[in-house]
């Protein structure tokens, strides 16, 4: 018989779905590698448990003392799980307006929720630095998912050698976006060493500075986006782990519109992050036809419901929500 003994072993080895829609248009294989099968319905379960289980090892996170995290949900919700696994309690500092999904995952699975005005990083009231000094407190342990390095290492451990394994070492392209840098960190640097050949890319929100770093060393950011728990305006650790060979930022409104064509088409329902890597991945495709391109699923749609599918919600951003199939491939072709 084949069994777990707690729901945090279930985490990883998730499947890899081919796009048929965008794979037929842009005579390519599109690959969605499908992190929403994590228990906790994201990627971040994968950074949640090899942080804390490293920090149990050192000998920093002992029983009876409760993990903290600054988090827009997903890292969240993932500690929340692992949390519960080994018997430790969690406490979430979340700013304000993210997804209420997200919210009530965090406290379905037992976490202490704080919320805070959102605000800039150098704000010493941000999630970030609330987290930080909460985790100063005696019998509290800091995750620090931006910094500790684990959070990179659970992807050049596992879900990177999960791809090469799964394709055979046959991928021609790797594009994701970034929040802490710990996934396209560790994705990117174990896919250079192992893929002959393989091109890795950031996509980048409004309102995020990494592709400007990127291409310039500044950080300089326009703009706004709907997305959740991705792009930043400093070089994190894990970060700096990434070796990429270029990056683009890709409007709100072709995501939204994107992630209701292949919902109607191909029955795939994204998430914010998810429809963000889905449009880059497309745009690596047009560009580069009978190639194969690998990005994430990042978590469950359904945690992007009251924002991505909202009508309402989205003209009040003022972000449209049907530009057609053939207007977006002429979009995402002109992006350099």
């Known amino acids: 018989m084949d069994t777990n003994s707690n729901l945090a072993k279930l985490i990883g080895n998730t499947p890899i779905l081919k796009v048929p829609s965008l794979s037929h248009i842009s005579k390519s294989e599109i690959y969605l590698k499908c992190e929403s099968f994590n228990p906790g319905g994201s990627i971040k379960d994968r950074a949640a448990l090899k942080m804390v289980e490293n920090a149990i090892k050192r000998g920093d996170l002992k029983p009876g003392m409760t993990i903290v995290e600054g988090t827009a949900g997903n890292t969240g919700i993932g500690l929340a799980l692992v949390a519960k696994s080994f018997g430790l309690k969690m406490k979430a500092v979340m700013p304000k307006g993210q997804a209420l999904e997200k919210e009530r995952m965090l406290e379905l699975f037992g976490a202490e929720l704080l919320l805070v005005d959102p605000v800039p990083f150098a704000n010493e009231n941000h999630f970030y630095h609330t987290a930080r000094r909460l985790g100063e407190e005696p019998h509290h342990w800091w995750a620090n998912q931006f910094e500790n390095e684990d959070n990179y290492l659970a992807h050049y451990e596992h879900t990177a050698p999960e791809i090469v394994t799964q394709l055979d070492s046959k991928l021609d392209f790797f594009v994701c976006a970034a929040g802490t840098g710990g996934t396209i960190g560790g994705n990117s640097k174990y896919l250079k060493e192992h893929i002959p050949n393989i091109k890795t ?136």
């Not at 305006?233 to 409007?251: V, Y």
């Not at 690998?294 to 749609?301: E, I, Q, R, Y």
Request: proline share 1%; hydrophobic share 40%; aromatic share 8%.
């Open 201 to 336: 890319y950031l996509v980048d929100p409004a309102g995020s500075g990494l592709d400007s770093f990127l291409k310039t060393g500044e950080f300089k950011a326009t703009g706004s986006s709907i997305t959740e728990g991705i792009g930043i305006m400093r070089e994190t650790h894990n970060f700096s782990q990434s070796i990429l060979d270029g990056s683009f930022s890709i409007d709100d409104s072709i995501l939204v519109s994107l992630a209701r064509y292949v919902r109607d088409q191909d029955g795939i329902i994204l998430g914010s992050s998810s429809a963000l890597n889905l449009a880059a991945a497309f745009k690596l495709a047009l560009s580069n036809p009978n190639s194969s391109v690998l990005t994430f699923m990042c978590d469950l749609g359904e945690r992007s419901y009251s924002k991505m599918f909202n009508d309402d919600f989205l003209k009040e951003k003022g972000i449209s929500h049907n530009i057609k199939i053939e207007e977006i491939q002429s979009i995402l072709s002109s992006l350099s």
